[in-house]
């Protein structure tokens, strides 16, 4: 080829690529414009003081759910921290063959839900005999949660270097200790930023609240009240054709953006923070 | 791909009567999660059989769904859901590819992680403030901007017909950009890693920065890009929530994009809670059997196809 | 090892952080939760209800999820809920499952609601409609807003060369058999093709204009984002989303809007209406006499059985069905819902003099985890759904 011709062609891709990387951040700039902007109309005290008030009124606020994902997710987390971690745990340091690969298999199976299908299951396993519940809601959230919770552990502990525990092995150190203190200690940080993470990926879920928390207006008390959340009140007033809830649900909108911005912030810093040594 | 050192030759029942607490307790979690997945794919299963029982093979093909008649048919849902993920992961993989390579070549260096931290954003946002997006701004667009903008191709059958809006285009569109980001990580992290000797080589024999993409390096990132596209995709699949704020809902089966539509998941949570007979439940179910078989079926496809790429 | 962790501070915190609200979560007195679904016909008004019984009541909570009357009908047919709201009465056929199933049941209407036809013409703020029209408009036949019919009875309006798109419920929809109640009364095609009913499939003629929504707001919401679309919602829905509603004709032969007061008209000629016991898929006040009668208005309906299985929750039922019925009424109003007339009220009232409690039953949250397993193991024989 000529030379000028390929230099063209070098050059064509490189608009083609700024253009693609604009096409990919303009909306999201859009977006996080728009939630702003709209949100801050109602990103006020009542908004997470108060429970809904009135629609002739300011239409009250969203205190109702945010204690409902406090209570979901926290149920999700108690469900899927220990399995998913031990699950990652047996997996990176004990496995053996045809049942690790086996489990491995299942955790990717896991991965692949759609997230509406988990709602389903705790649909039929909870809400047909206890009714709509926050556990409920916190089973189906912690059935997406589990294989994030998995591998991140998984992968953190393979990230142990071979060196440290064989110096425990040298030592004569017992076996569960090394793994406990030594493994689990190394790898501690990147463990928790795998737990934060889940927390987050699983906070903004909503698909599967629609069928088990019932999204009520009540504070939840107990595990087994109907309860509602975050992002499922965003839905629910996005789809009503009251400007007051509009408002409201760009608010929420802005709160669960910044909840999750700093969720994940904040792991990145905390990993920096951790690895410097 | 087990770093176990402890482990020679024991066999397994040797193993489990040495275990010791902790294994014990990672291998009882492990247990009950292999259980419960399984108990949990069975009920799905089982649950989904009535259906099937009624219309055999043909409810996946069958085009009506009338719930009220007790008349169930997958086929508008596994086209809407076919539609909408296949083109926006095509757009996907073209978009990603190109801002995968200016993040990595073009963007000046200092600036590459903030970029790719901003691209990674778009991935932590909850799908239910993106259908909010949608909603409010990208339907209006699609209506206002997008259709007058395009009346002049309406001769093509997927840009006919007149449009409210809501309509599978305004789901591809919120879907690209929800899928897209995870695709340019893959491929942005599997670029930043190709062998910087192996470039310079390549540019000491005069190659411009476009070839040297396209000659060493993509070759040599296939097997990170195709996961990230693969897990694209499965996004693009399941998702729900931005789907069902923007699609239009209405279970028909059109070429045209400017038309409304549903999907598999979206169908399953707008109907579940009111679905009214024991047959309308399982058809919702045996939707997310499809829905799950169908991702499961692509990661199958995803690990032979990476089997056979060649890494290096 | 369980003796090291034992002594570790670090372990002990874990197991407070996740065990202490654990605790708090499983061993919280419940408020008496009180579970509705059903229509969004009248869900604005049970919305605002709620915000203030439970500001009385607050050992109280009430939930209800608009979910459609049709789902409603289903959640009340399976108990799933203490009590369900419909604007369509109840069948015969499911008038007689329920007793069959669960003993007596109740229709208590709650509030009146009247039916606005929304239209989105840009620059178009009043327009006259005939019944025969609208079940042309929605059988299809009638493709344009400057059809001849429609200019015809509207001279002073410039209508525009522009398609229609027509919206219906999406979801099983009292407020839809109140609709078609009144299509069915005005046309005769309509009456013959589609029928009164919670949910139709659009005709073939429609072609691409039909579009769905679900629930009242869904329905509101294309309406308000579709130019030249036409659809149906309850009147307050219409308010609030400044949606503009249709004049029809009614049997008087007089365009009306639909308002409190045209509203509240049609409820003067409910005349005989049975006993709450009894079965009310007759009851209908669509296309009602008078001057200055809206046309499509209806009841909407709490349906509740007479035997509840927990005392306390069936005193908190009655409570709030009598609060709803007397101190209720005075939110009605503000919401554009009539008030109920006083007979109606104390028909209600009676009728939820007799709901009665079987013995006490209380299930613990304790016993959840033993019986959580055996749920997920247990097979569950087909038709498990309903009960």
């Not at chain 1, 809830?245 to 994940?264: E, G, P, Q």
């Not at chain 2, 849902?77 to 539609?83: A, D, M, P």
């Not at chain 2, 910087?196 to 390549?202: F, P, Q, S, V």
């Not at chain 2, 390096?217 to 693969?230: D, E, Q, T, V």
Request: glycine content about 8%; hydrophobic content about 50%.
């Amino acid at each position: 080829m000529r030379r000028s011709l390929r230099g063209i062609i070098d050059r064509l891709y490189t608009v083609f690529a700024i253009f693609a990387f604009l096409v990919l951040i303009i909306p999201l700039l859009h977006i996080i414009i728009s939630i702003v902007i709209n949100g801050l109309r109602r990103f006020d005290l009542e908004l997470i003081t108060a429970t809904p008030g009135s629609l002739l009124g300011s239409g009250g606020g969203i205190l109702h759910a945010i204690v409902g994902t406090a209570m979901v997710v926290f149920v999700a987390m108690l469900i899927s921290l220990p399995l998913g971690f031990f699950a990652g745990l047996y997996l990176a340091e004990f496995a053996k063959g045809k049942f690790a690969h086996f489990l491995r298999t299942l955790i990717s199976i896991l991965a692949g839900v759609p997230s509406i299908i988990a709602g389903v299951f705790a649909y039929t396993v909870i809400v047909i005999t206890y009714g709509f519940s926050v556990l409920a809601g916190g089973l189906a959230l912690g059935i997406i949660a589990i294989p994030y919770v998995a591998r991140s552990t998984e992968e953190a502990l393979e990230s142990v270097p071979m060196e440290i525990k064989e110096a425990g092995f040298s030592l004569g150190i017992e076996r569960w200790k090394i793994v406990l203190f030594i493994d689990v200690g190394y790898a501690k940080s990147r463990i928790i930023a795998g737990f934060l993470l889940a927390l987050a990926r699983v906070i903004g879920e909503t698909a599967p609240l629609l069928v088990t928390v019932l999204g009520g207006i009540n504070i939840p008390s107990n595990i087994l009240s109907p309860a509602n959340a975050i992002p499922l009140v965003i839905y629910q007033y996005a789809l009503s054709p009251f400007e007051v809830w509009h408002n409201i649900a760009w608010s929420a909108a802005l709160l669960l953006m910044i909840i999750v911005l700093v969720l994940n912030l904040g792991v990145r810093y905390y990993l920096k923070i951790k690895m410097i040594y | 791909m087990s770093r176990n050192i402890w482990n020679l030759e024991e066999s397994p029942l040797k193993r489990l009567v040495k275990l010791d607490p902790i294994e014990g307790v990672s291998l009882f979690f492990s247990v009950l999660l292999v259980v419960l997945t399984l108990l949990f794919i069975g009920k799905m299963i089982i649950y989904s059989l009535p259906v099937f029982e009624k219309f055999g093979a043909g409810f996946l093909v069958g085009t009506d769904w009338i719930p009220r008649k007790d008349i169930f048919g997958a086929l508008p849902f596994i086209w809407g859901t076919f539609i909408t993920s296949s083109i926006a992961i095509l757009l996907a993989v073209i978009i990603s590819y190109g801002a995968a390579y200016f993040i990595v070549e073009i963007a000046p260096p200092k600036v590459r992680e903030f970029l790719s931290s901003v691209v990674e954003l778009i991935v932590a946002i909850p799908s239910v403030i993106i259908g909010l997006w949608g909603i409010f701004y990208v339907v209006p667009a699609v209506r206002g901007l997008l259709k007058p903008m395009l009346s002049p191709l309406s001769f093509i059958p997927i840009f006919s017909g007149e449009t409210s809006g809501y309509s599978y285009l305004s789901a591809i569109i919120v879907l690209t950009l929800m899928i897209t980001p995870i695709s340019t990580s893959f491929i942005k992290n599997a670029l930043e890693n190709v062998p910087i000797e192996l470039k310079e080589a390549a540019y000491a024999l005069g190659a411009t920065r476009y070839e040297v993409f396209r000659v060493v390096s993509k070759p040599l990132i296939r097997r990170a890009a195709l996961a990230g596209i693969i897990l694209a995709y499965g996004r693009a699949v399941g998702e729900t929530m931005a789907v069902v704020m923007v699609i239009g809902n209405i279970p028909n089966i059109s070429i045209s994009l400017f038309n409304p539509g549903y999907t598999l998941a979206a169908v399953i949570a707008n109907e579940f809670l009111e679905a009214t007979s024991v047959l309308h439940i399982s058809a919702l179910i045996a939707l997310g059997v499809i829905l799950f078989a169908w991702s499961l079926i692509v990661n199958i496809l995803a690990i032979l196809v990476l089997r056979r790429v060649s890494m290096r | 090892m369980l003796k090291y962790l034992l002594k570790t501070p670090k372990f002990w915190l874990i197991i407070l952080m996740f065990g202490l609200p654990l605790v708090f979560m499983v061993s919280a007195p419940r408020a008496i939760t009180l579970v509705g679904q059903g229509a969004t016909f009248p869900e604005p008004l049970i919305i605002e209800w709620i915000v203030h019984f439970q500001k009385k009541y607050n050992n109280i909570t009430v939930v209800y999820k608009g979910t459609g009357s049709g789902a409603g009908v289903k959640a009340i047919l399976s108990n799933t809920v203490n009590f369900a709201g419909s604007d369509a009465p109840l069948k015969l056929s499911e008038w007689e499952e329920a007793n069959r199933r669960h003993g007596p049941i109740l229709h208590i209407p709650e509030a009146i609601g009247g039916v606005a036809v929304v239209f989105n013409i840009p620059g178009v703020d009043e327009l006259n409609l005939t019944g025969d029209i609208l079940a042309n408009i929605y059988l299809g036949h009638i493709e344009y807003w400057d059809d001849p019919n429609i200019t015809a009875i509207n001279p002073r309006i410039k209508l525009p060369h522009e398609r229609i798109y027509v919206v219906k419920r999406a979801d099983s929809s009292g407020t839809t058999y109140i609709f078609t109640d009144y299509l069915s009364h005005v046309s005769s095609e309509w009456a013959e093709r589609i029928g009164k009913t919670k949910a139709f499939i659009f005709p073939d003629e429609l072609g691409d204009r039909g579009l769905a929504g679900y629930g009242n707001a869904g329905v509101a919401q294309v309406v308000q984002q579709i130019p030249y679309s036409i659809g149906y919602v309850e009147f307050a829905y219409a308010v609030k989303g400044e949606l503009k509603a249709a004049a029809l004709k009614n049997k008087a032969g007089k365009f009306v809007k639909p308002s409190l007061e045209t509203i509240a008209e049609a409820a003067k000629y409910a005349t005989n209406l049975p006993d709450p016991w009894e079965s009310w898929h007759n009851v209908s006040i669509v296309d009602s006499p008078g001057e200055s009668t809206y046309p499509i208005v209806s009841f909407t309906y709490i349906l509740v059985y007479k035997y509840q299985k927990d005392k306390t929750v069936c005193s908190a039922l009655k409570t709030w069905l009598r609060w709803i019925l007397t101190k209720g009424q005075e939110y009605s109003e503000g919401l554009l819902y009539p008030e109920l007339p006083q007979n109606i009220v104390e028909l209600g009232l009676s009728a939820v003099n007799e709901i009665q409690a079987e013995e006490n039953a209380e299930s613990g949250a304790l016993l959840v985890g033993v019986s959580l397993f055996l749920m997920i193991v247990a097979p569950h024989p087909k038709g498990v759904y309903n009960e």
